[in-house]
């Protein structure tokens, strides 16, 4: 990210079927600024000062994640990052027994939260060893240094509830755009790109036949930048 941004989603590429299944209780992401340029083991520490900010949470997560391949959440509220700072992408939850998970050990919950295992900077780090790579999706701040702001793509819901909703998709400038639709515990089991025309709108519809009742999200990227929209798959 070269400058500031609304980041919208993280994603984990996941390398073993074996470590991409499991329930989550109490599950949240947090992100947060830092002046940090390492990180210690006191996440107080960690902050120097920012406030950490939940972008997504749900009381139960189970997952059953490909592998390999991305995976990931689409947050429930965007976060705004200044563009000038360390960025620090907490995940927590509790394991079934109802105590804090950490890499490598149990804990019980406390207020004095630090690492365990290893840090990422250590020898003997093994901070999510088996999740190779972080992918971060975000929409650029655009029109900061102009008098005018500059338009980017939009996603309309045409028909949801429905068994096959259909989304119209508009983008400002002629090209390339793309979907993704993502279940409740946050998979990717849809995606669909084409061409679309500069201030015409495009419908396309969701394959909601194949895929169980439930509410979904819809991710769209085009130009640079992303729009979403949630629907309704019923049967």
Do not use: K
């Amino acid at each position: 990210m070269n400058g500031a941004a609304s980041i919208t989603e993280v994603g984990l590429y996941g390398t073993h079927d074996a470590f991409s299944e499991g329930d989550f209780y109490n599950a949240e992401i947090l992100l947060c600024n830092t002046t940090a340029g390492e990180l210690s083991t006191s996440f107080e520490d960690n902050y120097t000062g920012f406030t950490p900010v939940r972008v997504w949470s749900t009381d139960t997560l189970s997952i059953d994640w490909t592998a390999p391949g991305w995976n990931g959440q689409v947050f429930d509220t965007p976060f705004e990052y200044d563009g000038t700072h360390n960025l620090i992408i907490e995940y927590r939850y509790f394991g079934e027994n109802g105590r804090t998970i950490n890499t490598g050990a149990f804990y019980p919950p406390t207020p004095n939260r630090t690492l365990d295992a290893g840090l990422p900077t250590s020898s003997t780090g093994r901070l999510l060893g088996f999740m190779t790579s972080l992918r971060i999706h975000y929409v650029p701040a655009i029109g900061i240094d102009d008098d005018e702001p500059v338009a980017g793509p939009a996603l309309t819901v045409e028909e949801s509830p429905s068994s096959a909703p259909l989304l119209g998709l508009s983008v400002p400038e002629s090209g390339i755009a793309g979907l993704g639709l993502y279940s409740p515990d946050g998979r990717l089991v849809w995606e669909w790109s084409g061409w679309c025309e500069g201030g015409v709108v495009t419908t396309v519809r969701c394959p909601g036949g194949e895929l169980p009742a439930g509410v979904y999200l819809v991710l769209m990227e085009a130009g640079g930048a992303s729009a979403s929209a949630r629907i309704a798959i019923l049967h």
